[in-house]
């Protein structure tokens, strides 16, 4: 069983502040996802990663996939209180069909 | 227009009842998903499912049965409901690639129905 651990789980800073949050696993996965979900509603894709060390920026969202495809990272810079939400990470291993594994979310508060 | 669907938005029902959640997708995508999402927040997949073939978790009891009468739909019957059903439940749907594909598989949640058994 494939498993993705995130962390930390739960985090509160200040409007302005930098973050980051991990996801690791052991297992090699063929593509990483990181949805975001907000209260009362389904999570939601914000990217995909799939080459090892591959980095993908959002505006003020860094993304990175580990070189081994094992972990992957999400930075933010700068966070507003519209960043508040639980994010998850999602892997796929394409050898597993179409379902991913979540990794068990990070909760962040950001405060104006 | 909404993308995926769910019914009832919240459901409360007693313990022993046999309940139903429906989930439609107007995105034309060729797998549905059901997940549950503890009171921790961790999202776990109970089924996914094509017009080919269903995959169970198999840490999910046998009360918990989907149903399909169509590609756009995925119906989630709960037999003999517990307390510890009482969680969020997402359906989500993706366009199905084949298996070694390079293909992204972005799936698209429903808004989730939240269930408590009492």
């Known amino acids: 069983t494939q498993l993705l651990e995130q962390s930390p789980q739960f985090l509160s800073i200040q409007e302005g502040e930098n973050l980051t949050v991990y996801c690791n696993s052991s297992?090699?996965?063929?593509?990483l996802q990181w949805y975001r979900q907000e209260p009362g509603e389904g999570p939601v894709l914000l990217v995909t990663?799939?080459?090892?060390?591959e980095v993908k920026k959002l505006k003020r969202l860094t993304f990175q996939f580990g070189d081994a495809r094992k972990d992957s990272s999400l930075h933010i810079t700068a966070a507003q209180p519209g960043d508040t939400g639980l994010y998850l990470c999602?892997?796929?291993?394409?050898?597993?069909?179409?379902?991913?594994?979540f990794g068990g979310g990070t909760r962040l508060m950001v405060k104006p | 227009d909404t993308a995926v669907s769910q019914t009832p938005k919240y459901l409360v029902t007693q313990m022993g009842n046999d309940k139903s959640i429906k989930c439609e997708q107007n995105?034309?995508?060729?797998?549905m998903y059901w997940y549950k999402q503890d009171s921790k927040k961790f999202l776990k997949i109970m089924f996914s499912?094509?017009?080919?073939?269903?995959?169970i978790n198999e840490t999910v009891p046998n009360r918990f049965s989907p149903k399909s009468p169509d590609k756009a739909h995925l119906n989630l019957h709960i037999n003999s409901l517990e307390l510890g059903d009482s969680a969020v439940y997402f359906c989500?749907?993706?366009?199905?690639?084949?298996?070694?594909?390079?293909?992204?598989?972005?799936?698209?949640f429903g808004p989730g129905t939240r269930l408590t058994v009492l």
């Open positions: 989500a749907s993706s366009q199905d690639f084949p298996s070694g594909s390079l293909a992204y598989n972005e799936q698209f």
């Open positions: 999602a892997g796929k291993d394409n050898n597993a069909g179409n379902m991913l594994t």
């Open positions: 990663v799939v080459t090892g060390g």
């Open positions: 297992s090699v996965f063929s593509s």
């Open positions: 995105l034309g995508h060729d797998t």
């Open positions: 499912y094509n017009n080919k073939e269903l995959i």
